[in-house]
């Protein structure tokens, strides 16, 4: 059984930077990609930044210059970094993982967290 646990969420004023944070534990992972998505209240669930396992990353253009994916292979712990946050990147913040796909689409992921709130004050 593979485990991903979320940290580091809150709240934050707007322009304030926060890092979350998930680890992944249980039954060895050979991940393919791992991904954050963010869920709003009353939205669709929608792609953030993703980190493939040779360390290329790809993001959103809403997140762009903003927030940094990067990954710890020691600690199988993978990070995101987010600053100038703004009133809009307010949601739940889900860690997910494939075995095979290096995608923005929720379907292609086979692992996910329970989620993280972030809350960001204007």
């Known amino acids: 059984q593979v485990q991903l646990v979320e940290s580091g969420g809150g709240l934050v004023q707007a322009g304030g930077s926060m890092r979350l944070s998930c680890a992944v534990s249980g039954r060895t992972l050979s991940y393919y990609a791992m991904a954050w998505f963010r869920q709003a209240p009353g939205k669709e669930r929608e792609f953030v930044a993703a980190i493939k396992w040779t360390g290329s990353t790809y993001y959103a253009d809403s997140v762009k210059g903003r927030f940094t994916i990067s990954m710890d292979n020691a600690k199988n712990t993978v990070y995101l970094q987010m600053n100038s946050l703004k009133p809009e990147d307010t949601a739940v913040y889900y860690c997910?993982?494939?075995?095979?796909?290096?995608?923005?689409?929720?379907?292609?992921?086979?692992?996910w967290g329970q989620g993280t709130p972030v809350t960001v004050s204007s």
């Open positions: 997910a993982a494939s075995t095979s796909r290096y995608t923005n689409r929720p379907p292609d992921y086979d692992y």
